[in-house]
């Protein structure tokens, strides 16, 4: 029952890990450079009586990816769960065509694509021997409206929307699908807080979308043996 999170050690991904321990799931939580963050993630779940290992990774390096996916292995087991959360933005203005530069676009896409799809490949046959197998993958409404915070950002969310379709069907029955927040307050914000909770207050439900939210919402698919290929909005009306 081993669950991965991408950048599971702050934000949304954070929440998403102490929510998978919480259900009873040895989890491994990878980062980059947030080591503190996934050290500290690691000991809220062992302080609650649960398993968790810390794995560092560059997500968009292949072999990082395969060697973090056998120290899982090593450690907790075979990855059932998969939820891959690391992600990447660089703001700039949308009509700012010149700004988005092939470097800005090469991040975009390596981070917010290629990642997801290195990671689950190199988890693929552990989650196709699963008794039930599941990849949630975190996207953005960014990548549904072709807003948000830069024009790469946006194309890279909805490339991963993409992902998420093909991939259901190309693991099945392994099921893949895709959690799509809306603005939520986590370190992007960083002091900018006051005008994410004037932009969110403009939401249909008038309340802050947290990464706890989130998180119900990646249990929920996890959890869900009749879903797949699809892609659930979590923005409080955002976009509606």
Known sequence: MTALVTGGGTGIGRACSLALARTGRPVAISYRRSSDDAQSAVAEIASAGGRAVAVHADVTDDA????????????????????NNAGATVPLPLEDLDGATDDVWRQMLAVNLMAPWYVTRAVADDLRGADDGAVVNIGSIAGLTGTGSSLPYAVSKSALHGLTRSLARALAPVRVNEVAPGLVLTRWWAGQEDRGRELSSAALLDRETTPDDVARAVLGLVENPAVTGQTVVVDGGQTL
């Not at 990082?64 to 939820?83: K, T, W, Y």
Request: no cysteine; net charge neutral.
């Open 64 to 83: 990082s990816v395969r060697a973090m996916a056998a120290s899982v292995r090593e450690q907790l087991g075979p990855v059932e769960v998969l939820v």
